[in-house]
Nanobody, 125 residues
């Protein structure tokens, strides 16, 4: 079991950038696929991005492709989400997730063993 805590959310103007961080504890994340999801008011939880154990393989949701970048530092037990060119429709609570399964399975929210509490991102127009 791994415990996750997100940080870095806040209020930003459209076109701006934010960097979210996910700190893991309890276990090393080297054996987990890691990812980010988001949920806006009145909408279902949406997959944002995922990264494999090694950091070589990754997936991005279509709505954020080319704007968001996921990365990981296994030595520091950290996962990051760099968000650029933010849009008002990116406004949501962002959640970090860990899974012993593949990134493809994680992207469907299957096999997720740990969720963070979430961090609010608000993009103003």
């Amino acid at each position: 079991q791994v415990q996750l805590v997100e940080s870095g959310g806040g209020l930003v103007q459209a076109g701006g950038s934010l960097r979210l961080s996910c700190a893991a504890s309890g276990r090393t994340i080297s054996s987990y696929a890691m990812g980010w999801f988001r949920q806006a008011p009145g909408k279902e939880r949406e997959f944002v991005a995922a990264i494999s154990w090694s950091g070589v393989n990754g997936l991005q949701g279509d709505s954020v492709k080319g704007r968001f970048t996921i990365s990981r530092d296994n030595a520091k037990n950290m996962v990051y989400l760099q968000m650029n060119s933010l849009k008002p429709e990116d406004t949501a609570v962002y959640y970090c997730a860990a899974s012993p399964s593949t990134i493809a399975v994680l992207a469907k929210a299957g096999g997720v063993s740990s969720w963070g509490q979430g961090t609010q991102v608000t993009v103003s127009s």
